[in-house]
């Protein structure tokens, strides 16, 4: 099945306690395009980059196997952000963001992306999340990923979004906010009944929650002994849940294949965390995913 994912692509600067990297590929839509091609599905990319944009990023996305006609290349610097992480690894802080020509993005989709079996809109503006699900065609399974910073300046929209999508993922942190709850099977139910029939609540190195109509899921992290950068882990696991899904090659997506997705979606994730960037990502297989997910069962089977 073909995927489409709209996002951001970025370039990002990374300081944590140890190392500094800068101008790295990031943004939502690098790091969910390549999780999700690891799948062997067509994968669309929807974005907005500037004429600064580094050749070596855009051929290490090509050699992925990701389709880059729907990226808009235009007179102007791409999409940076700068950020530094505490010593836990857990916490960050933004220390810089320069917008630049992420504020033209204005999505335009080819007639094969339009079409897309799954879709994925991957962290961005819900207004540019509302112009890609206004092009579709047909009747995808769509998945939708937000933020703090769209809670709080865009709700309206953000909620009208949500509404329109089958599944909608959001962190821990933000769920309590977004519902003014702390407890989380409280919020996810909550999400819920804002319009999603699906919501998966991401707890980071503590796993995902999952929550449907008639059912509710959780999972652990697949548990690494060192972080290097985890950056784009939330990016990945939603990426690598929706190249799972178009990989069952359905029109009746199940709870329990949501559950499966989840999983693979975690364990992608673990990959990312282990160097900077989508590094790893970068050189990631099929085989290596496979052996990952396989141990991470044996771990989590009693």
Same mark, same amino acid.
């Given at each position: 099945?073909?995927?489409?994912?709209?996002?951001?692509?970025?370039?990002?600067?990374?300081?944590?306690?140890? &190392?500094? *990297?800068?101008? %790295? !590929?990031?943004?939502?839509?690098?790091?969910? $395009?390549?999780?999700?091609?690891?799948? @062997?599905? =067509?994968?669309?990319?929807?974005?907005?980059?500037?004429?600064?944009?580094? &050749?070596? *990023?855009?051929? %290490? !996305?090509?050699?992925?196997?990701?389709?880059? $006609?729907?990226?808009?290349?235009?007179? @102007?610097? =791409?999409?940076?952000?700068?950020?530094?992480?505490?010593?836990?690894?857990?916490?960050?802080?933004?220390?810089?963001?320069?917008?630049?020509?992420?504020?033209?993005?204005?999505?335009?989709?080819?007639?094969?992306?339009?079409?897309?079996?799954?879709?994925?809109?991957?962290?961005?503006?819900?207004?540019?999340?509302?112009?890609?699900?206004?092009?579709?065609?047909?009747?995808?399974?769509?998945?939708?990923?937000?933020?703090?910073?769209?809670?709080?300046?865009?709700?309206?929209?953000?909620?009208?979004?949500?509404?329109?999508?089958?599944?909608?993922?959001?962190?821990?942190?933000?769920?309590?906010?977004?519902?003014?709850?702390?407890?989380?099977?409280?919020?996810?139910?909550?999400?819920?009944?804002?319009?999603?029939?699906?919501?998966?609540?991401?707890?980071?190195?503590?796993?995902?929650?999952?929550?449907?109509?008639?059912?509710?899921?959780?999972?652990?992290?697949?548990?690494?002994?060192?972080?290097?950068?985890?950056?784009?882990?939330?990016?990945?696991?939603?990426?690598?849940?929706?190249?799972?899904?178009?990989?069952?090659?359905?029109?009746?997506?199940?709870?329990?294949?949501?559950?499966?997705?989840?999983?693979?979606?975690?364990?992608?994730?673990?990959?990312?965390?282990?160097?900077?960037?989508?590094?790893?990502?970068?050189?990631?297989?099929?085989?290596?995913?496979?052996?990952?997910?396989?141990?991470?069962?044996?771990?989590?089977?009693?």
């Amino acid at each position: 099945m073909s995927v489409l994912i709209a996002g951001t692509v970025a370039l990002d600067s990374i300081h944590t306690s140890t &190392e500094v *990297h800068n101008e %790295l !590929l990031g943004g939502s839509a690098s790091y969910a $395009a390549m999780a999700a091609a690891l799948s @062997g599905s =067509t994968v669309h990319l929807c974005a907005i980059v500037g004429t600064d944009f580094p &050749e070596p *990023h855009h051929s %290490l !996305l090509v050699s992925r196997g990701v389709d880059l $006609a729907n990226v808009d290349v235009v007179e @102007g610097r =791409t999409f940076r952000w700068t950020g530094r992480y505490h010593d836990d690894m857990n916490h960050r802080e933004t220390l810089d963001v320069s917008i630049d020509v992420l504020e033209k993005f204005n999505p335009r989709l080819t007639v094969d992306a339009a079409a897309a079996k799954v879709v994925l809109l991957a962290n961005m503006s819900p207004d540019n999340q509302l112009d890609v699900l206004g092009q579709l065609t047909g009747k995808p399974f769509i998945i939708a990923d937000s933020m703090d910073l769209w809670i709080n300046i865009a709700r309206a929209r953000l909620e009208e979004m949500m509404k329109k999508v089958d599944l909608f993922v959001i962190n821990e942190d933000e769920a309590r906010i977004f519902v003014d709850e702390r407890n989380l099977m409280t919020a996810g139910h909550r999400l819920r009944a804002m319009g999603p029939k699906y919501v998966v609540v991401k707890k980071g190195e503590h796993g995902a929650l999952l929550f449907g109509p008639n059912g509710f899921f959780t999972t652990t992290a697949y548990p690494l002994q060192k972080v290097a950068d985890p950056t784009g882990a939330g990016d990945t696991f939603a990426g690598g849940m929706t190249g799972y899904l178009a990989s069952l090659n359905k029109t009746d997506i199940t709870f329990e294949d949501l559950s499966r997705a989840v999983v693979y979606g975690s364990v992608l994730a673990s990959f990312t965390c282990e160097e900077f960037g989508v590094k790893r990502l970068g050189n990631l297989t099929a085989g290596e995913a496979a052996g990952r997910l396989a141990e991470f069962r044996s771990y989590t089977t009693f």
